[in-house]
T-cell receptor, first 114, second 114 residues
Framework: AQSVTQLGSHVSVSEGALVLLRCNYS??????LFWYVQYPNQGLQLLLK??????LVKGINGFEAEFKKSETSFHLTKPSAHMSDAAEYFC????????????FGAGTQVVVTP | EAQVTQNPRYLITVTGKKLTVTCSQN?????MSWYRQDPGLGLRQIYY???????DKGDVPEGYKVSRKEKRNFPLILESPSPNQTSLYFC?????????????FGPGTRLTVL
């Protein structure tokens, strides 16, 4: 079965510093990949998605992610953290032969310090 | 306004008392799904529906039922709730044209089973 691993349950970054959140998947066939953000007491919002069109995917709020097949990874980055980036981030995958089924990672809580 | 609504938002109940959490979307989406969110586990998919009258199990379907009689509604039924079903529940919907797409999440339902 497909699994998703997010390395690091908590990440603390300084305002203006690089944000790097790691996501690895287990499938031998590249799945569809997503990053979602959850602000306190809210549902999830899509940041970006990978569907095989391009390996570098740009999303909202200055985030981007790079798909690396050889590393089975889809890490999320933002060059310069802003206080408003404090939230929980989830990586999610869906198999190419089972669109409706999704697996989410355990999440990474991002804290931004002044 | 395009949205996914869930009711109730908060519910405290006792073991064994049947309950239903409603989910409705006004975006004419074919796909709908239910997730539960628990600390340290991320989101886990309970059931999903690719269209009216079509439902499938996610990773944690035990103890839950769903139905999809209309496109806009996807209720989650707990026939005999138990304390281990205490969780935060999210409903989501999506267009599924050509593959998995952005999911739009409801605000969540916090369920406590005593």
């Amino acid at each position: 079965a497909q699994s998703v691993t997010q390395l690091g349950s908590h990440v603390s970054v300084s305002e203006g510093a690089l944000v790097l959140l790691r996501c690895n998947y287990s499938s031998s066939v590249p799945p569809y990949l997503f990053w979602y953000v959850q602000y306190p007491n809210q549902g999830l919002q899509l940041l970006l998605k990978y569907t095989s069109a391009a390996t570098l995917v740009k999303g909202i709020n200055g985030f981007e992610a790079e798909f690396k097949k050889s590393e089975t990874s889809f890490h999320l980055t933002k060059p310069s953290a802003h206080m408003s980036d404090a939230a929980e981030y989830f990586c999610a995958v869906s198999e190419t032969d089972s669109w409706g089924k999704f697996q989410f990672g355990a999440g990474t809580q991002v804290v931004v310090t002044p | 306004e395009a949205q996914v609504t869930q009711n109730p938002r908060y519910l405290i109940t006792v073991t064994g008392k049947k309950l239903t959490v409603t989910c409705s979307q006004n975006m004419n989406h074919e796909y709908m799904s239910w997730y539960r969110q628990d600390p340290g586990l991320g989101l886990r998919q309970i059931y999903y529906s690719m269209n009216v009258e079509v439902t499938d199990k996610g990773d944690v379907p035990e103890g839950y039922k769903v139905s999809r009689k209309e496109k806009r509604n996807f209720p989650l039924i707990l026939e005999s709730p138990s304390p281990n079903q205490t969780s935060l529940y999210f409903c989501a919907s999506s267009l599924m044209a050509g593959g998995p797409n952005e999911q739009f999440f409801g605000p969540g339902t916090r369920l406590t089973v005593l």
